[in-house]
């Protein structure tokens, strides 16, 4: 679990770094600037004039005494992480904004609700803090909101979802769930993927307690921590040709934890990293094929007590001298793949 919150570990102190320039000797600096600093701050009340008024006021405000944050209309671009806002409850987004970076909201536990203008053609990753309902301007080309659901048109992904979201289904024409866009839906029970998914991104599901199901249909990527911590789901299956990338820079993040029985559909794909590190429950890996070429060095990861069940019509690949085991797991033939 400690690798799985690493990136908001990271998180954190990406924010702690920018608030250490907010404020002369971190004392607030409640008195307005002129208008010339690219920004104005009084009563609370902090207003952004241009894209230079936010370091201009990381260096002259102290943070903490933001309770509401408003953005004129010479504001075409919020940088990521600029700096750690935890009181505020109101935000005022320009029209004319483009771009929303990483992090830019994310420390608001306060603010409930935000509406993303129609001229924001991208938000990027941990924008928004998880008890923060976002909506569109109507008329926008570049976003919508369906089901709970935040989508980049563009992009043909899936951004963000509702805090109270319970059952998700991707409609068709989504390729990407993107970074953390249903991180700690606690609340999530069941996930459908439209057929035209094709990638889930890093920590995507990640800490979704209720999860219980997900059909991953024609995913063909996977990487680390997707579903780390989702403690309710119990059995997945890969499908074929699906890859796993268990690594996030030079950590090594399970795609799964908690999970019980996994099922690989043939021809299997690519593993890079320990895909079964952080899965000490489980109890059954199930396979539709032969012996996959990545599974003896995965192989050290297995629990111990887990079984390895396959199909009959593979079973002189596995056990070429009718053997019960596989390099010291106990080995399940199984007539049909209803029976894996």
């Known amino acids: 679990m400690k690798r799985i919150l690493s990136f908001s570990i990271v998180l954190g102190l990406l924010f702690a770094l920018a ?19 690219g920004f104005v701050f009084s009563s609370g009340i902090l207003t952004v004039l241009n894209d230079e008024g936010f370091e201009a006021s990381r260096n002259a405000v102290d943070y903490k005494e933001v309770t509401e944050l408003v953005l004129k209309e010479g504001v075409r671009n919020v940088p990521d992480y600029f700096g750690a806002m935890p009181n505020v409850v109101r935000v005022e987004l320009n029209e004319g904004l483009e771009t929303i ?13 935000i509406v993303i203008p129609a001229s924001v053609r991208t938000i990027r990753y941990y924008v928004f803090n998880k008890n923060t309902r976002v909506e569109v301007a109507e008329g ?11 989508i980049d048109v563009e992009n043909r992904s ?63 990527s996977i990487d680390g921590g997707a579903f780390s911590g989702c403690s309710s789901l119990r059995a997945v299956t890969i499908p074929a040709g699906c890859s796993l990338d268990c690594w996030d820079g030079e950590e090594g993040t399970p795609v799964f934890n908690g999970i019980e029985r996994i099922v690989f559909a043939a021809p299997y794909g690519d593993i890079d990293g320990d895909l079964f590190d952080g899965c000490p429950g489980l109890k059954a890996i199930c396979f539709t094929g032969g012996v996959p070429g990545w599974l003896d060095e995965q192989a050290r990861c297995i629990p111990n007590g887990a079984v ?31 029976k894996l």
């Open 101 to 113: 970076g990483s992090g830019a909201f994310n420390s608001m536990t306060g603010l409930s609700e």
């Open 140 to 150: 926008s080309p570049y976003l919508t909101k369906t089901d709970g659901m935040l």
């Open 158 to 220: 899936v951004v963000y979802s509702d805090p109270d979201i319970v059952s998700a289904t991707i409609p068709e024409g989504v390729e990407i769930i993107e970074v953390a866009a249903f991180f700690d839906r606690d609340k999530l029970v069941s996930v459908t993927l439209a057929d035209s998914v094709r990638s889930i991104k890093y920590s995507a599901f990640a800490l979704c307690a209720s999860l219980e199901s997900v059909d991953l249909k024609n995913v063909g």
């Open 308 to 338: 390895i069940r396959v199909l009959a019509e593979y079973s002189d690949e596995w056990a070429p001298d009718g053997q019960a085991e596989w390099n010291g797991f106990r080995l399940v033939i199984c007539d049909t793949a209803e």
């Open 19 to 37: 608030a250490c320039g907010s404020g002369a000797g971190g004392e607030a600096v409640p008195t307005e600037e002129a208008p010339e600093s």
